[in-house]
């Protein structure tokens, strides 16, 4: 099963950072962000191939030479994006997805996934598309019982059930989608994945669900995201495999040295 990383935006959440380097290069454990992710991609046996979409002619080139240094242990290819949307930039990885179903990880995700379970419960499932979810949540915050005005009890950062699902930007598709992904760029051109795909699709029970039960899960919007939960993140990007990139190692020199290795 090919990888695909959605690398591209423009980070405008993310500003003034954003300005200078792509978010996906935030630094995490010394390392960018997507480099985390590549190498817990690649990590799982379930990944043959991993396609890298970005904005190859601009900062997303910045992707492009860390990554192609970094030695993932996989096949890498380099894609493009044409500003078609978080659905239609995938029309122009077509060849490099190949025609079984593929793993969609937006770059601005971390998360230990467990990527083998996730493709064995899309396949078990038997639907064109499934999405990571999770229905618990630790929360940042201090949460107080109050009955009648008064406070009962304090319960400091508790893990919560959520409501509703939520969803993360962590996908397994199948390559037909990408028929619905093309009859819906020609009509309007730009497509979104949540509500121009995986929405009809799930009103006709196409899609499933993957619940990451007690794995943490950050959504990082820009690189302040990282700085306040930092904590949180190191967590999580020590339980995808990365270690933290001493300063001065000879390894640590040679990848800061290289071509798109450091933003400011």
């Given at each position: 099963?090919?990888?695909?990383?959605?690398?591209?935006?423009?980070?405008?959440?993310?500003?003034?950072?954003?300005?200078?380097f792509p978010k996906s290069m935030s630094p995490l454990l010394g390392r960018p962000m997507v480099e985390v992710i590549a190498r817990h991609v690649?990590?799982?046996?379930?990944?043959?191939?991993?396609?890298?979409?970005?904005?190859?002619?601009?900062?997303?080139?910045?992707?492009?030479?860390?990554?192609?240094?970094?030695?993932?242990?996989?096949?890498?290819?380099?894609?493009?994006?044409?500003?078609?949307?978080?659905?239609?930039?995938?029309?122009?990885?077509?060849?490099?997805?190949?025609?079984g179903p593929f793993l969609l990880w937006f770059s601005d995700n971390l998360c230990a996934l467990d990527i083998g379970a996730m493709a064995r419960h899309h396949k078990k499932s038997r639907r064109a598309a499934c999405v990571a979810?999770?229905?618990?949540?630790?929360?940042?915050?201090?949460?107080?019982?109050?009955?009648?005005?008064?406070?009962?009890?304090?319960?400091?950062k508790p893990t919560v059930s959520l409501p509703v699902p939520e969803c993360l930007g962590i996908y397994v598709l199948d390559s037909a989608v990408l028929r619905d992904v093309r009859a819906r760029a020609s009509e309007s051109g730009r497509v979104d994945l949540s509500y121009d795909i995986l929405q009809p699709m799930a009103s006709?029970?196409?899609?499933?669900?993957?619940?990451?039960?007690?794995?943490?899960?950050?959504?990082?919007?820009?690189?302040?995201?990282?700085?306040?939960?930092?904590?949180?993140?190191?967590?999580?990007?020590?339980?995808?495999?990365?270690?933290?990139?001493?300063?001065g190692s000879r390894r640590g020199q040679r990848r800061q040295n290289a071509p798109g290795a450091t933003g400011p």
């Open positions: 099963m090919r990888a695909v990383i959605m690398a591209g935006g423009s980070g405008t959440r993310g500003r003034p950072y954003t300005d200078y690649c990590a799982s046996r379930a990944i043959d191939g991993l396609v890298v979409i970005a904005d190859l002619e601009g900062q997303g080139a910045q992707v492009r030479n860390h990554l192609e240094g970094a030695r993932l242990g996989r096949p890498v290819s380099f894609v493009q994006g044409a500003d078609g949307g978080t659905a239609g930039d995938l029309l122009g990885a077509r060849r490099e997805i190949g025609a979810v999770r229905s618990r949540r630790r929360e940042q915050t201090g949460f107080a019982v109050v009955r009648d005005g008064l406070v009962e009890e304090f319960r400091e006709e029970g196409r899609v499933s669900a993957y619940d990451i039960g007690g794995a943490e899960w950050l959504d990082v919007e820009s690189p302040v995201i990282l700085d306040r939960n930092a904590g949180v993140a190191a967590r999580i990007a020590a339980g995808m495999g990365a270690q933290p990139l001493r300063r």
